[in-house]
């Protein structure tokens, strides 16, 4: 079962620093325009602890392998001095922390989604505490494992989801909220670049230990994160090795499946260097198994509206919108059958997983269609959640393809996870991402 545990957090102190000017989107969304914009906000953003420095401030007769390493060692001395310097404070009592977010969804909804920042200690996916829904690719691992071994902290959570069939934990997370967030202690307040508001609240004592006795009982699911999760495994085997144990422990962001403000939304899909027939070619091969519905309107603007539409069929899981840049023309497409999903039986997907939208375009659609494949997709797909920045990035004569799908849903992802399958790489867009710079986690004792 799932171990989970109150810490002493390291929090800015928000006397020195407006806590709009030092939090920061997570690493994985940010462009490298964004990291300037953030870096030039304030000299203590979280993104100069997050994202180091690689480029443009070493000398350039240092090797790349060097500068490299030196990034990471500045990384991890600015992280240092900001505690000398009383920037960031620890808590001086374990806790945990309650994060509420107050948000527009893309699709135009206001929610609010309660959660709990705490600690977990780390089990091997094989032990069946933590689930993984996603495969990963490799790259990002490298990055985020340098600067664990670097700043031996824990820079943002990585986003568990659990059951909470019998919504105890909900009840009491509820009850603590009401009292955290009304109570005389004030919550920390940040907006993200969205204009979504994220509140915390930190609990202690025996409110805060009730609350980690009832998540322990639980499986967990990584919804957002599993690179990182992946990486602090990693390296709690490295330190195992030398005998220490410090980096047992991730500090993670916990959110009930039940929660009426947890929404998926989709990521859709741009192939680039990768040649596909004409439209008329691949519309014809589609049309064995697919419905094709020709659209009015073949410019951007009118297929964007389009793809608006694709929830609002009685299955959206059979459901995606194609747009072909060299064309200028998109359509919609609809699953006949499922059956014809059958030979993915055949291939060792199960029942849940071979029916998902995401299995379905990568395989009856890139792969059967146009013969892409599921396996070498890394750098030949760039995933966008937002239909309006696809079609501008489709416009710009890089891409071959626009496909959009709609959301995974919850029950899906639980399915696929718990019957020990993975869906492909961005399949879930969890919505409104996690902000870095809240709570920092110094891996160690408390």
């Given at each position: 079962?799932?171990?989970?545990?109150?810490?002493?957090?390291?929090?800015y102190?928000?006397?020195?620093?407006?806590?709009?000017?030092?939090?920061?989107?997570?690493?994985?969304?940010?462009?490298?325009?964004d990291?300037r914009?953030?870096?030039a906000?304030?000299?203590y953003?979280?993104?100069?602890?997050?994202?180091?420095?690689?480029?443009?401030?070493?000398?350039?007769?240092?090797?790349?392998?060097?500068?490299e390493?030196?990034?990471?060692?500045?990384?991890?001395?600015?992280?240092?001095?900001?505690?000398?310097?009383?920037?960031?404070?620890?808590?001086?009592?374990?806790?945990?922390?309650?994060?509420?977010?107050?948000?527009?969804?893309?699709?135009?909804?206001?929610?609010?989604?309660?959660?709990?920042?705490a600690?977990?200690?780390?089990?091997?996916?094989?032990?069946?505490?933590?689930?993984?829904?996603?495969?990963?690719?490799?790259?990002?691992?490298?990055?985020?494992?340098?600067?664990?071994?670097?700043?031996?902290?824990?820079?943002?959570?990585?986003?568990?989801?659990?059951?909470?069939?019998?919504?105890?934990?909900?009840?009491?997370?509820?009850?603590?909220a009401?009292?955290?967030?009304?109570?005389?202690?004030?919550?920390?307040?940040?907006?993200?670049?969205?204009?979504?508001?994220?509140?915390?609240?930190?609990?202690?004592?025996?409110?805060?230990?009730?609350?980690?006795?009832?998540?322990?009982?639980?499986?967990?699911?990584?919804?957002?994160?599993?690179h990182?999760?992946?990486?602090?495994?990693?390296?709690?085997d490295?330190?195992?090795?030398?005998?220490?144990?410090?980096?047992?422990?991730?500090?993670?962001?916990?959110?009930?499946?039940?929660?009426?403000?947890?929404?998926?939304?989709?990521?859709?899909?741009?192939?680039?260097?990768?040649?596909?027939?004409?439209?008329?070619?691949?519309?014809?091969?589609?049309?064995?198994?697919?419905?094709?519905?020709?659209?009015?309107?073949?410019?951007?603007?009118?297929?964007?509206?389009?793809?608006?539409?694709?929830?609002?069929?009685a299955?959206?899981?059979?459901?995606?919108?194609?747009?072909?840049?060299?064309?200028?023309a998109?359509?919609?497409?609809?699953?006949?059958?499922?059956?014809?999903?059958?030979?993915?039986?055949?291939?060792?997907?199960?029942?849940?997983?071979?029916?998902l939208?995401?299995?379905?375009?990568?395989?009856?659609?890139?792969r059967?269609?146009?013969?892409?494949d599921?396996?070498?997709?890394?750098?030949?797909?760039?995933?966008v959640?937002?239909?309006?920045?696809?079609?501008?990035?489709?416009?710009?004569?890089?891409?071959?393809?626009?496909?959009?799908?709609?959301?995974?849903?919850?029950?899906?992802?639980?399915?696929?996870?718990?019957?020990?399958?993975?869906?492909?790489?961005?399949?879930?867009?969890?919505?409104?991402?996690?902000?870095?710079?809240?709570?920092?986690?110094?891996?160690?004792?408390?």
């Open positions: 079962m799932a171990e989970i545990a109150a810490f002493r957090g390291s929090r102190d928000g006397a020195r620093v407006a806590i709009d000017d030092v939090v920061s989107p997570p690493y994985d969304v940010l462009g490298d325009d990291v914009a953030l870096r906000r304030s000299p953003n979280a993104v100069r602890v997050d994202v180091p420095e690689t480029m443009g401030s070493v000398d350039p007769s240092v090797s790349p392998l060097e500068a390493d030196d990034a990471y060692a500045r990384t991890a001395a600015a992280f240092g001095r900001w505690h000398n310097e009383g920037i960031l404070v620890r808590d001086g009592t374990p806790s945990i922390y309650l994060l509420e977010h107050a948000y527009r969804g893309p699709d135009g909804f206001e929610r609010l989604r309660q959660s709990a920042v600690r977990l200690r780390l089990t091997d996916f094989s032990e069946g505490v933590v689930l993984p829904h996603e495969k990963t690719h490799a790259g990002p691992k490298v990055d985020r494992l340098n600067l664990l071994r670097a700043t031996r902290a824990g820079m943002s959570q990585v986003f568990m989801l659990y059951p909470d069939d019998d919504g105890a934990v909900t009840a009491a997370m509820a009850a603590a009401d009292a955290a967030f009304g109570g005389p202690a004030a919550a920390q307040v940040a907006h993200d670049r969205d204009g979504n508001t994220h509140r915390l609240a930190r609990l202690s004592g025996v409110t805060a230990a009730h609350l980690c006795d009832l998540l322990r009982g639980q499986t967990l699911i990584i919804a957002d994160g599993h990182r999760y992946e990486t602090a495994v990693h390296y709690r490295e330190r195992r090795a030398v005998g220490d144990s410090s980096a047992d422990w991730l500090m993670v962001y916990l959110c009930s499946m039940n929660d009426p403000g947890l929404m998926v939304f989709p990521t859709h899909r741009l192939l680039k260097g990768v040649e596909i027939p004409p439209m008329d070619v691949v519309l014809e091969r589609l049309r064995q198994h697919f419905t094709v519905f020709p659209e009015e309107g073949s410019d951007a603007a009118s297929c964007q509206t389009l793809t608006t539409h694709l929830h609002t069929f299955e959206p899981g059979k459901v995606f919108g194609l747009y072909f840049p060299r064309e200028a998109c359509c919609t497409i609809e699953l006949r059958d499922l059956s014809s999903a059958g030979h993915l039986l055949d291939e060792g997907f199960s029942p849940v997983s071979a029916r939208a995401v299995t379905v375009l990568h395989h009856l659609i890139f059967d269609v146009l013969g892409i599921p396996s070498a997709t890394e750098g030949h797909i760039d995933y959640t937002s239909a309006a920045e696809a079609f501008r990035r489709l416009s710009g004569g890089d891409y071959t393809l626009g496909a959009f799908i709609n959301a995974t849903q919850i029950s899906e992802v639980r399915a696929v996870a718990e019957r020990g399958e993975t869906m492909p790489q961005k399949s879930t867009y969890f919505y409104p991402k996690l902000l870095t710079g809240l709570v920092f986690d110094v891996l160690g004792d408390g």
